[in-house]
């Protein structure tokens, strides 16, 4: 099982960047396929970004292609996401979540959660 916790959220101004971390517990961090998801107040979760066990691939939404950057560091069980040219509607909740399954988008198929953190962008 592992165990997610994020950090790194906060205010920033449109045009700021921010970086998040999901720092996991657990010796089989490597092993999962890890991806970042976010939740706007009244909307449903959607997928930001996936990368897979060993950093080698990764995978990005349409609206945070060429702004966001995900990362991992499996030596310290971390991963992270880069934010950058942060813009109004990026603000959300953001969640990082860990799959069993090949690297992907699909909600359903992420079995560990974190509790999320709250980014908010003002205009």
């Known amino acids: 099982q592992v165990q997610l916790v994020e950090s790194g959220g906060g205010l920033v101004q449109a045009g700021g960047s921010l970086r998040l971390s999901c720092a996991a517990s657990?010796?089989?961090?490597?092993?999962?396929?890890m991806g970042w998801f976010r939740q706007a107040p009244g909307k449903e979760r959607e997928f930001v970004a996936a990368i897979s066990s060993s950093g080698g691939n990764t995978y990005y939404t349409d609206s945070v292609k060429g702004r966001f950057t995900i990362s991992r560091d499996n030596a310290k069980n971390t991963m992270y996401l880069q934010m950058n040219s942060l813009k109004p509607e990026d603000t959300a909740v953001y969640y990082c979540?860990?799959?069993?399954?090949?690297?992907?988008?699909?909600?359903?198929?992420?079995?560990?959660w974190g509790q999320g953190t709250q980014v908010t962008v003002s205009s």
């Open positions: 657990g010796r089989t961090f490597s092993r999962y396929p």
């Open positions: 979540a860990a799959t069993p399954k090949t690297t992907n988008w699909r909600i359903a198929s992420y079995d560990y």
